[in-house]
Structure formats: C-alpha cells, structure tokens
C-alpha cells in the first residue's frame, strides 16, 4: 500500500521513499495526477464508446453480409428447382412418348391381325 503524504513543518510534505517536496511542488503534482487521472476515465469512456461503436458496425456488416449469402442461396434453389423441374418434364415426356408409341405399334398389331382375320375363309362364313 502505498505512504500517504505527510506534513512536516511549514510548507512541505514528506513522500514515499522520504522525498521533501514545497507545497507548491506537492499541488502541482496533486494537479497533474487528478489530471492525469481524468484523462484516464476520459480515455475509459472513449474507449467504451469506441467499441461499442465498432461492435454496432461489425454486427451491421455481418447481418449485410448474411442477408447477401441468403439471397444468393434462395437465387440458387430457385435455379436448382428449374433446373430439376425441365429434367423431370423432359424424362416424362420422353416416358410418355415411348410408352404411347408403344399402344401406338400395339394397336396396329391388332388392326394387321383384324385385317388378316378377315382374308381368312373361315372369317367371311362368319
């Protein structure tokens, strides 16, 4: 713990390590320590300040940020989706093409086979 000044006769003060000091030498440096001491709290404040500004524009840039990367993924998916829906419309056409061709062939089968059951003898005596 640090020696409190004291007094010793008129007009000066003893110190730690036994300094002598007049008063005017012991104001002036009770002056320049309560300055010296409001300028910390000043810079305290500043400092405070200061970094709450700082925090208030970094979560600014990383809510900007984040609000970019989600609109970009949205643009994405939909991109994704589109691409998806064409693959899917082109393969059930192709599906449905195929399989209509197929009753298509299917049914000209059947009418060669009418028309060949009619040039039969035993169909015309029907």
Known sequence: M???PRRVGSGSFVVAA??????????????ILI?????QELSVAELTQKSGEQHEALRKTV???????RNENAEKLD???????EKLQSTLDQRL????????????????????????????AI
């Open 2 to 4: 640090p020696q409190q």
């Open 18 to 31: 036994g300094a002598v000091l007049r008063d005017s030498q012991f104001d002036r440096i009770q002056q």
């Open 35 to 39: 300055a010296n001491r409001f300028g």
């Open 63 to 69: 809510e900007e940020r984040l609000d970019a990367i």
């Open 79 to 85: 991109q994704m989706r589109q691409t998806v829906d």
């Open 97 to 124: 093409g195929a399989s209509f061709q197929i009753v298509a062939d299917r049914l000209n089968e059947v009418y060669k086979s009418m028309g060949e059951m009619q040039t039969w003898p035993l169909a015309s």
